[in-house]
């Protein structure tokens, strides 16, 4: 879940300003949590605690109104909107991580990926997107390989995943499907050689930059086992100063969850 937070933090000064290179510095003073890392906690808040995740989703937005939230997404909530609104952007797949480590079998962990995202991502293609993470995140986090884990997304999904992201990058532009944002951050975890490297792809794509490193930040740490102590360190500064109750919801999921 803190891989999560750090690729949208790692992520943010680069959403409006896309650039096509790893070569950039993690941290700036531009560099700050949106809209992923406030619904991704709003989610954790509710495997950890129960409840309702319409009623999450509404408390969360309360507390980070200005986090950058897409328009569709700003009006339910802003009106209290219990219904969803067949969306199949990529928010329900950038808030799902958590569902990956709470649940012991794949078929548990699909199906509250779908309660996750059917509140207001009810498309099919918005279920199947947060479905595809949470599911790719389970199998990392029970050994599976990157061959495995994209056979298996790749048969049950039908996400393309065999174009590499040389070759993506050259038309990739800002894409806030779940069709256009999945696939891309799958691939950046398939070509990385470690947490970092998975980030610094999925900035490079030059897309929706903090939505596809949280994405791809949550699967590199399901793989590899965690973040690099550095990039903690600077996540809880930032969370520290803007974002308390953040910071308390995701060190109580990482603590009962044993996620290092």
Same mark, same amino acid.
């Given at each position: 879940m ?28 531009c ?35 200005h ?34 480590y ?27 997107g ?22 298996? +997304?790749?048969? &049950?999904f039908?996400?393309? !995943?065999?174009?590499?992201? @040389?070759?993506?990058?050259?038309? /990739? *532009? ?26 610094r792809?999925?900035?490079?794509m ?22 690099p ?8 500064? +930032?969370?520290? &100063?803007?974002?308390?109750? !953040?910071?308390?919801?995701? @060190?109580?999921?990482?603590?009962? /969850? *044993?996620?290092?």
């Amino acid at each position: 879940m803190l891989g999560a937070i750090a690729g949208d933090i790692i992520g943010s000064p680069y959403e409006r300003r896309p650039i096509k290179s790893t070569d950039f510095p993690l941290f700036s003073l531009c560099s700050t949590f949106t809209d992923d890392s406030v619904m991704t906690v709003a989610v954790a808040d509710v495997l950890l605690d129960g409840g309702d995740y319409v009623e999450s989703f509404h408390r969360y937005f309360d507390m980070y109104p200005h986090a950058g939230y897409g328009a569709a997404f700003g009006q339910w909530a802003l009106t209290r909107s219990r219904e969803p609104y067949g969306s199949f952007g990529n928010g329900s797949a950038m808030r799902v991580s958590p569902v990956g480590y709470v649940f012991d079998t794949l078929d548990e962990t699909l199906y509250e990926a779908r309660r996750t995202a059917e509140v207001t991502h009810d498309h099919p293609e918005g279920i199947k997107g947060a479905q595809a993470v949470s599911a790719a995140i389970y199998l990392a986090r029970n050994g599976e390989s990157k061959d495995r884990i994209a056979e298996y +997304i790749t048969g &049950v999904f039908d996400y393309n !995943l065999g174009q590499p992201l @040389d070759r993506i990058r050259t038309w /990739y *532009s800002f894409d806030v499907t779940c069709q256009g944002t999945v696939p891309v951050a799958l691939r950046a975890l398939m070509e990385s050689d470690n947490w970092e490297h998975a980030v610094r792809l999925a900035v490079s794509m030059g897309g929706d930059s903090d939505t596809v490193a949280s994405i791809a930040g949550a699967l590199a740490e399901a793989f590899y086992g965690g973040v690099p102590d550095e990039v903690a360190e600077n996540v809880r500064r +930032i969370l520290a &100063v803007h974002g308390p109750p !953040l910071l308390e919801v995701t @060190d109580a999921f990482a603590l009962a /969850y *044993s996620i290092h």
